[in-house]
C-alpha cells in the first residue's frame, strides 16, 4: 500500500483528508462526551464527513493535476456528488430508521406483543451527516488537497 501512495498523489491526497477528518471526529468526540472513545476513527456519521473530505481532497488533486477542464475532473466531480447526497440524505434516513427501531423493539418486547424471543441487535443510528457536517468534511477535503499537492510540490 505504501508503494501506491508513494507514486500517486491523488490516493495520497484522499487517505490523509480521510485519516484527518476521522482524527478530528476523534477530538470532536472527546471533547463533547469527555472521553476517548477510538471507535470514532472507524465509525461513519459525526463531524466532519469523512467520506465527503475523501472525495472532496481526490476530486480536488484531481482538478488541480489534470486540469478542472479534464474529463478526469468531471467523472470524479460525478462520484463525489454522489457519494455527499447518500451521506446527507439516504445514510442519514437509514439512522433515522435505526433510532426509531431501537426505541420499539425493547418496548415490543417488554410488553410482550412479539410472542417469540428473538436476537435483537441495537442499530447503529449514526450512519449519515447532517448538511453542515458535509459542508465542513467538503471544506477540509480542499483544503487537504490544495496544501498537500502545495508541499509535495505537484501543482502542474
Known sequence: MGHILSYNPVITVGFFG???AQIIKLIVSL???GRMDFRR???T?????SHTSFVSSVT???G???GFHSTMFAVALCFSVIVVYDATNLRRSAGYHAQWLNRIVPDLLQGKIIKEKFDYKV?????GHNPIEVFVGGVLGVLIAVLTLYFLNIYP
Open 18 to 20: 480521510l485519516f484527518i
Open 31 to 33: 471533547v463533547s462526551s
Open 41 to 43: 476513527l472507524v465509525d
Open 45 to 49: 456519521g459525526g463531524m466532519p464527513s
Open 60 to 62: 480536488t488533486s484531481i
Open 64 to 66: 488541480i493535476i489534470e
Open 123 to 127: 442499530l447503529r443510528e449514526l450512519l
